[in-house]
């Protein structure tokens, strides 16, 4: 069964009753309490995300570099990377997904559970796919409505037949552990505010397109290099 993503939000105040709590603060300045309605900023929560992931795929390569570490591959390895870079990847499935900026965060624990179970290595081959299946995933077990497959098997730049395996490789990764309880997500929301504390322009203007935009065009399309093991 889903949860709403402000029901989540609203036990977190529920818990906080101090309504200057710093718990309550971090998660305005994140994001997570926009509604998708009207014009507005792309959530911050976007770009602390894909900061993170960045300089995690980052030390990750360089590591595996120097001691000649051979990553397992699986479905969600390319055969190189994506022409697009995970800040823009990030923004593209916001922008066209229409999912609350929660299911970031729950995307996060997903794809943290699913490296630790499987023991696989954030690499620029992967993270592309690790995204748009645990963003997706987390759309349905938090927002009230959501797309289908097909639909964000565009976003993400694969076929519909390869997110498919993408989910259920994934959901049998983890176990189906699906449920996300409100100290994990706070503690998921700690870790990337954190990550703004380390010198990093956080502040960005950047106006939220709406779904209505079509996304199909050619300068606004992506594609994700085919996976080496299928």
Not at 211 to 217: D, V
Request: aromatic share 10%; proline share 3%.
């Amino acid at each position: 069964m889903s949860f709403n993503s402000m029901q989540l939000i609203s036990d977190m105040e529920a818990l906080s009753p101090d309504t200057g709590s710093t718990e309550l603060e971090i998660y305005q300045t994140l994001g997570l309490k926009e509604s998708r309605k009207g014009v507005f900023k792309i959530p911050r929560v976007l770009m602390l995300l894909s900061s993170l992931l960045e300089r995690s795929v980052q030390q990750n390569e360089i590591l595996m570099e120097k001691t000649e570490i051979k990553d397992a591959v699986t479905i969600f390895h390319g055969l190189k990377p994506p022409p697009v870079s995970i800040r823009q990847y990030v923004d593209r499935i916001f922008k066209y997904s229409a999912c609350s900026p929660s299911c970031f965060v729950v995307a996060h624990v997903y794809v943290d559970r699913f490296l630790q179970q499987t023991d696989i290595h954030l690499t620029s081959l992967n993270v592309h796919r690790l995204l748009i299946t645990s963003v997706m995933i987390a759309a349905k077990f938090v927002d009230d409505a959501f797309f289908n497959n097909g639909y964000y098997a565009r976003v993400g730049g694969v076929s519909t037949e390869e997110l498919n395996r993408l989910e259920m490789k994934f959901l049998f990764g983890i176990d189906f552990r699906l449920q996300v309880n409100v100290n994990t997500f706070g503690k998921y929301c700690y870790r990337l505010e954190k990550e703004s504390s380390d010198g990093l322009q956080i502040e960005r203007a950047i106006q939220a397109c709406r779904i209505k935009e079509s996304w199909s065009s050619k300068e606004d399309s992506t594609t994700c290099a085919s996976t080496i093991a299928r």
